[in-house]
Structures are given as C-alpha cells and as structure tokens.
C-alpha cells in the first residue's frame, strides 16, 4: 500500500520503500511548497504529478545522471555555439524560465509545472537553493533550465529551447561551470535518449544515495554569484 503523507513537517519513508511499478513512486500526499521540497531533494527524493492528481514522490531507480566531466559536445553543438551571438544569464527572469518550460510541446500532452509548482520552486529561488540558467539572442529569452543546487549536487528540472540547441548550450555551460567548482553529478531523473545523447547515464538507486550522502559539503566555489556566464 502506498504510503499517505500528512501535511506538516516534511517525513518522507525510506526510498528502498519505492515501488518496481510504477517505477520509484515512493508516496503521496504531503504538501508542495519549499519546505518539503528542501527537505526531499537530498535523499533523492521529488514530486511528479499532473494537476488534479495526488502529490506524488518518487525515487526510481536506475537514477539518470550526467557527472560534469562526461557531457558530451558533439561536432554540430561546437559549431552551434560558435555561430550563434547569445549571452547566458543567471537566475534574472527564474519565472519565465518555468513558464516556458511548462509550455506546450510538441509529441507532448500537457506539462506536470502547474501553477503550484512553479510558487513552489520561485520560493526555493528566493532562498538561494533553485537557480535558472538563460539563454539570450538579441535581448530574447531563446533557451534555459532550472533546477537546485544542494551540496555539491545539481539537481536539474526541466529545459526549453525556443532556437536549435538552446537547452543544450545552456547544459553544457552549466557542466563545465559545475566541474571547475567541483560539484559530483547532475541528477537527471529520469533517462531518456535526448539526455543520454549529451553524456548522461543510469545507476542504482543505492549508488545515487551514496552519492547524495557524499556531497553534502559547499562546492568549493559559488558560481550562482555570477549573473554572466560568458
């Protein structure tokens, strides 16, 4: 049975407690606001759901993950950014970044960033734990991501590109920023061919955690001071 999380302080079951099928639903219930999510993310835990649904959380396993060092650039990614004139801002206009990752896709049927993630997730940016990284051509938001920063973990959420590879330039600045300060990994979440493309790849659940357990320390620089990353 699954387990029913009362509102209140965030406690969440052990992940080992996830379901085979579906895949790491670990709970429902609780609430979705900044404190929870704060409190999910470090034991590999966050919130996935349609609007209308329960609050659901999951912890699948195997993990998608990218570590920094290993994004892949292929040749047309090079010659894509070379030819393109952007800048890539930080954590300027976090809100449009969610709002243009909720928007419609194609191959798409409607997005899981309701209205009440994205309150959530712009409080976790207030407090400095939730960041986006954009990308600009002309003054124009073309491309962008979010996600949170813990420890020396990126826990990254969802990308857009409004222009080819935009979401893919965006990662791999954020890569190359996250390595030269030292974070471990990039959680992807879930895998899909798009990500595994660019480097990303799958481990068990228990690796993740100790993973997670492993990089609770500052990074050894704040890359989210900067406002430019080029």
């Known amino acids: 049975m699954l387990p029913w999380l009362e509102p209140g302080f965030p406690a969440f079951p052990p992940t080992a407690w996830a379901l085979d099928e ?5 709970a429902a219930g ?11 993310y470090p034991k590999g835990i966050f919130p996935w759901f349609n609007e209308g649904e329960p609050i659901l959380w999951w912890s699948p396993s195997p993990r ?4 920094p060092n290993r994004f892949h650039t292929s040749k047309s990614l090079r010659k894509r950014m070379r030819s393109l004139n952007y ?5 300027q ?3 449009a970044v969610m709002h243009a990752c909720a928007a ?6 409607g997005t899981w960033i309701s209205s009440a993630f994205v309150s959530a997730y712009s409080e ?3 407090r400095g734990i939730c960041h986006s990284i954009e990308m600009y051509v002309d003054e124009h938001l073309v491309g962008g991501l979010y996600g949170l920063s813990i420890g020396k973990v990126f826990f990254g959420e969802s990308m857009f590109s409004k222009t080819a590879d935009a979401s893919k330039i965006c990662l791999y600045h954020l890569a190359e920023k996250l390595e030269q300060a030292g974070y471990a990994v990039i959680d992807c979440q879930i895998y899909n061919p798009h990500l595994n493309s660019l480097g990303a790849e799958q481990i068990d659940r228990d690796e993740f955690n100790q993973l997670l357990n492993a990089c609770n320390e500052a990074p050894m620089e704040d890359i ?3 406002k430019e990353w080029n």
């Open 64 to 67: 998608c993950v990218l570590f």
């Open 224 to 226: 989210w001071a900067q």
């Open 104 to 109: 419609p896709r194609a191959r798409q049927e």
């Open 124 to 126: 976790l940016a207030a």
């Open 30 to 40: 609780g609430e979705l606001n900044a404190d929870w999510l704060q409190a999910a």
């Open 22 to 26: 579906p895949n790491g639903l670990l």
């Open 93 to 95: 206009n976090f809100e």
């Open 87 to 91: 800048r890539l801002r930080i954590d």
